[in-house]
């Protein structure tokens, strides 16, 4: 299965905004997003691109152009420190692909 | 509330087996398809294994692919993971996770994960 791609980390400001790219292919459809915080189970944060579940903060919003994703958080808060990855399903394999994460820093 | 409680993780040396349950609770089991992602040691999520909420239609990573087998059982709203001729790289922490309805490409919930070990 063909990867995404993620840059390793990003930092912001608390009441700042920043967004994490996520580059595919066109093989790859439905993207998700999702926050790892440590010692906790993986929580979906955005689905098919765009839709954020009905407990996640506003702050989180989701967009695609082309075969980049992107997963923007506004007014940072320190309790967005997490990893985000996102992940989708490739045509080509039947199968979900994970991008390799990204380390947000709330500095 | 939905949840979803895996076990039978450990050490095993390499070229043993293993096999993974998650017991669910809280949503229709039969309605929903049923992931196994893992994490190993430092490393970023991996997709591993799905079920169709029929049980028939089955993928698998690429790398697991001859080796594990993922399956379900209806009566006890469970879902394993037989895993065979382990490697190395196949330690982590493997989470089992649910989809938000059948047909939909998203992870919704997740449980905390069973640990495996693989060592000599």
């Known amino acids: 299965q063909s990867a995404l791609t993620q840059p390793a980390s990003v930092s912001g400001s608390p009441g700042q905004s920043i967004t994490i790219s996520c580059t595919g292919t066109s093989d790859h459809a439905y993207v998700s997003w999702y926050r790892l915080r440590p010692g906790q189970a993986p929580q979906l944060v955005i689905h098919d691109v765009s839709n954020r579940p009905s407990e996640i903060s506003n702050r989180l919003s989701g967009s695609k152009s082309g075969n980049t994703a992107s997963l923007t958080i506004s007014g940072l808060q320190t309790e967005d420190e997490a990893h985000y990855y996102c992940c989708s399903f490739a045509r080509s394999s039947s199968g979900w692909v994970f991008g390799g994460g990204t380390m947000l820093t709330v500095l | 509330q939905v949840q979803l409680v895996e076990s039978g993780g450990g050490v095993v040396q390499p070229g043993g087996s293993l096999r993974l349950s998650c017991a669910t609770s809280g949503f229709y089991f039969s309605g929903h398809g049923m992931h196994w992602v893992r994490q190993a040691p430092g490393k970023g999520l991996e997709w591993v294994a799905f079920a169709h909420y029929n049980g028939e239609n089955k993928a698998y990573t690429d790398s697991v692919k001859g080796r594990f087998t993922i399956s379900r059982d209806t009566s006890k709203n469970t879902v394993y993971l037989e895993m065979n001729s382990l490697k190395f790289e196949d330690a982590g922490l493997y989470h089992c996770?649910?989809?938000?309805?059948?047909?939909?490409?998203?992870?919704?919930?997740w449980g905390q994960g069973t640990l495996v070990t693989v060592s000599s």
């Open positions: 996770a649910k989809d938000s309805s059948a047909g939909s490409y998203e992870l919704r919930s």
